[in-house]
């Protein structure tokens, strides 16, 4: 029998709808139900590799995470990454499959509704329940037709949907009862509860808002989510890092100093949460030389358009900044896209990023040149630490995981280059670090998650580390429980499992 379908669409973007879809998967999980998220087109920077090799949103990842299962590919089968204000790389099941401005894209529907469809009929045949999350607003009355992520699916698949509003911006009454409006009749009538979210004043006052909204509405109001403060779980969207910067100003003076540059295309950004839980540890996003002042590290992180960026870097001022203070001693690391800044060459012959023969110098602190290919590199990683200069001798021999995500290949200039890793996970080196071990970078994403590499490159910098670890697993498995006892606690249960089909006890009918 498929599995039993629930969908929570939004009146926008940032309404909370991934976070709800979070919550719900864990709660279903702790009841007893073998649960899996979807989202059937994904527009984020932020992305992440399966077990299989194929890349898929980040949220589907942590939805996935929350449910307690692996993330496959089913669970996300588009994934747009931005390349421009109208271009996208289009990634479909986890491989690249063209590079579009949005006219383009949207002629292509009748292809990618065929893998949307068969993707989650995958998902139904090996789960009791699928949560089915939409994008932005189901309202956008101009893209209706080409629609394969919102009502289009609730249709297909019957599904049941949640509508979610975010009180915190304002106007949630509006937003709300304006996008039932502007539903189609079919389409409004799936819309089974109204979820206010975000918010943090008195319930009491909002009580007779929400009995008006329901009469308005004709829909129930099935609950009022507060917004949960300091919630440690990885973001897809670069917005979040305002928060990132606000809580940076709050750091003491006498905290490491880490500044990781704001690049305009800023990818896998989570691969420093890690590192801002730290106790001690200040982590600063900057965006101009003057913000960077004169930090112990600066890292240059991952990016969807590595020369464009770059470009951006050399303009702001930042890159003469950088060579200075790696010059004066600070130290400097690359994340994939920030570890081909850091040589001497990045050349796109093929045009895959950029227009064909395109290419920029470095930032020169490392011995190796790069050249974009046709191929993209999406593995899981596994490797072992080489001996090395710096923090490196402390860690030699660890084995170390994470994730690699890019079209770039690097090759080492001279031999004197010293490799950072031995891939087992592939018979290949990767990495380079200079002479003093200060300056080094690596094609692995969420290489900081790894406790004692991470907390012995903080010590090379002078920090004092606490007693207590930070473990990214289990900071993560214990918010994604508080998480699902906020919601629990916020919504009426027992009438969305009645929406869903689902028994009171949590068992699939």
């Known amino acids: 029998m498929p599995a ?16 709800l879809v ?6 279903f999980a702790q009841d007893g139900l073998r649960v899996a998220p979807f989202k059937a087109q994904n527009m984020s920077l932020n992305s992440y590799v399966t077990m299989q ?3 898929m949103g980040r949220a589907q990842v942590v939805q996935a995470e929350a449910a307690g299962i692996a993330p496959h590919v089913d669970m996300n089968p588009v994934l747009l990454k931005p390349e421009g204000d109208a271009r996208s790389q289009v990634v479909v099941m986890g491989r690249p499959w063209q590079t579009l401005p949005a006219q383009n894209y949207y002629e292509q529907k009748q292809i990618l509704w065929e893998q949307v469809t068969a993707a989650l009929g995958r998902l139904r045949q090996h789960y009791d ?9 189901p309202a956008e009355i101009n893209l209706r037709q080409n629609d394969i992520v919102n009502m289009a699916v609730a249709l297909f698949a019957n599904a049941p949907v949640l509508l979610v509003g975010d009180i915190d911006r304002g106007g949630v009454f509006a937003s709300l009862v304006g996008t039932l409006a502007l539903l189609e009749e079919e389409e409004r009538e799936l819309v089974k509860g109204l979820v206010i979210n975000k918010f943090r004043g008195d319930l009491r006052l909002l009580q007779s808002g929400l009995e008006m909204l329901e009469a308005r509405a004709n829909v129930p109001v099935l609950g009022v989510v507060h917004y949960l403060h300091q919630l440690k779980i990885a973001e897809e ?4 890092l305002d928060g990132t910067l606000a809580a940076a100003a709050d750091g003491a003076p006498e905290d490491l100093d880490v500044a990781i540059v704001r690049l305009p295309r800023i990818s896998n950004f989570d691969d420093f949460d890690a590192l801002a839980l730290e106790t001690g540890v200040r982590v600063r996003y900057v965006s101009t030389a003057r913000e960077l002042g004169r930090p112990a590290a600066v890292i240059l992180p991952g990016t969807k358009h590595t ?4 470009g951006w870097l050399r303009s702001q001022g930042l890159a003469a900044r950088i060579v200075d203070l790696a010059r004066q001693g600070a130290a400097v690391v690359g994340i994939c896209g920030g570890y081909q800044m850091l040589g001497r060459s990045i050349a796109d012959p093929l045009g895959v990023e950029s227009p064909a023969g395109a290419g920029l110098p470095g930032l020169g602190l490392l011995p190796l040149v790069t050249e974009f290919a046709a191929a993209k590199t999406t593995h899981q990683a596994k490797g072992r630490v080489l001996p090395g200069p710096g923090f490196l001798s402390a860690v030699a021999g660890m084995q170390v995981a994470g994730y690699e995500i890019h079209m770039g290949q690097s090759e080492w200039v001279n031999d004197r280059v010293r490799p950072l890793f031995r891939l087992t996970h592939r018979e290949a080196l990767d990495g380079a670090v200079d002479a003093s071990g200060r300056i080094w970078g690596t094609y692995l994403h969420g290489l900081f998650d790894n406790t004692d590499f991470r907390r012995a490159w903080l010590k090379s910098l002078g920090w004092s580390p606490p007693d207590r670890e930070v473990d990214m697993a289990t900071i993560r498995e214990a918010e994604y429980d508080r998480l699902a006892a906020a919601v629990r606690s916020s919504l009426d249960m027992p009438r969305l499992r009645r929406i869903a089909g689902l028994k009171q006890s949590g068992g699939a009918i």
């Not at 039993?4 to 976070?19: D, E, F, H, I, N």
């Not at 969207?237 to 979040?240: F, G, I, L, Y």
């Open 53 to 55: 090799g194929h890349e």
């Open 22 to 27: 979070t919550a719900l998967c864990r709660i």
């Open 237 to 240: 969207d670069s917005v979040a």
């Open 307 to 310: 020369l464009s960026d770059l």
């Open 129 to 137: 329940l699928v949560i089915i999350e939409g994008a932005g607003s």
């Open 4 to 19: 039993k379908v629930l969908m929570v669409q939004g009146t926008g973007s940032s309404a909370g709808k991934s976070l």
